[in-house]
DNA sequence: ATTTCGCGTCCAGTATATTGGACGTTATTG
DNA sequence: CAATAACGTCCAATATACTGGACGCGAAAT
C-alpha cells in the first residue's frame, strides 16, 4: 500500500522548529552533529534529518535529541514531566472508557 | 545492525505525557479512534501506539494527531508558531556555521 | 595560505514501523 | 438485560526509516 502522507501546516511548523531548536541548542553548547548523534544512539544522517525537521523521523529519539541538545518539552523541568504525566493519569481514570458518539459534536455542523 | 534502543527517563516521560494528551483531546471532542486515525491518514494501530506513548512512531504523525486533537503543540497557537519559526531561523544565521570545539566545554569539565 | 574537520549529501542493505484484517473483550446505550 | 460498537490485541505482508561508509565543499583554526 502507498503510504503517503500529507501533514498540516502546523504540523510542518512544529517538526521545523523543534529541528532548529535541537540544532541551536546542540550548538550553543559546542557539541557536533557526530556527539549528539553518538549520544542519542543514532547515526549523523538521522540527526541532519531531524534538526531538518524530517516528519518521517522517530519521535523517541528526536525526544531524546533534544532533551540532550537541552530543549525543554513542554516547558517542564524533569520532575515536572513526572507530576504532570500522574496528572493526566489520573484525568485519564475519569473519562469514559470509550467513547460513543450518541449524536455527533465534533465540528461537522451542518 | 541490531537498533535496539534506549530512551532517556525524561524523553519516556514526555513520550507517556503528549500520548495521553492526545487521547485525552480527542476523547474530550467525542471523537472515536477510528475517526481521529482517519483524520490522520493513519491506522486505529498506529493511533493507539502513539496514545500509548510508543518511542518509534514517526514524528509527523504523532503531531499531526496532537494537532487534531487540539493539543497544542509548544504552547504556541497557529501564527504564534510562524513567528517563532522565523525567528529561530535568524537566530541560526548568527550562529557559527559549524561546531569546532577548541577546548571542551560540554559537561565533561573535570 | 594551508590544513583540518564539521557538515551536507548520496547510496544499498537492513531493521523496523505501518497496515488492515481479524478476533475477543468491555463499555455504553436503549 | 440485550445489543452494538469502541477498544485492545495479534499477525503476515509491505513500505519506509535507519545505517554506515563514502565523497566533496567550505568554514574555522594555526
Request: glycine letters at 8%; charged letters at 35%.
Given at each position: 500500500?502507498?503510504?503517503?502522507r500529507?501533514?498540516?501546516r502546523?504540523?510542518r ?6 529541528g532548529?531548536l ?21 547515526s549523523?544522517t538521522?540527526?541532519?534529518n ?13 525526544f531524546e535529541a ?7 518539552l513542554?516547558?517542564?523541568?524533569d ?7 500522574a ?16 449524536r ?6 451542518f
Amino acid at each position: 500500500m502507498k503510504r503517503k502522507r500529507s501533514y498540516a501546516r502546523q504540523t510542518r511548523q512544529a517538526l521545523s522548529i523543534l529541528g532548529k531548536l535541537i540544532r541551536i541548542g546542540r550548538m550553543e553548547r559546542g557539541m557536533t552533529a557526530q556527539e549528539l548523534a553518538d549520544r542519542a544512539g543514532i547515526s549523523r544522517t538521522t540527526l541532519h534529518n531531524i534538526e531538518k525537521g524530517a516528519p518521517g523521523a522517530e519521535i523517541g529519539t528526536v525526544f531524546e535529541a533534544a532533551s540532550l541538545a537541552g530543549v525543554r518539552l513542554f516547558e517542564y523541568d524533569d520532575t515536572a514531566l513526572r507530576i504532570e504525566n500522574a496528572r493526566l493519569d489520573e484525568k485519564l481514570t475519569l473519562l469514559p472508557k470509550s467513547v460513543r458518539p450518541s449524536r455527533r459534536q465534533v465540528d461537522d455542523d451542518f
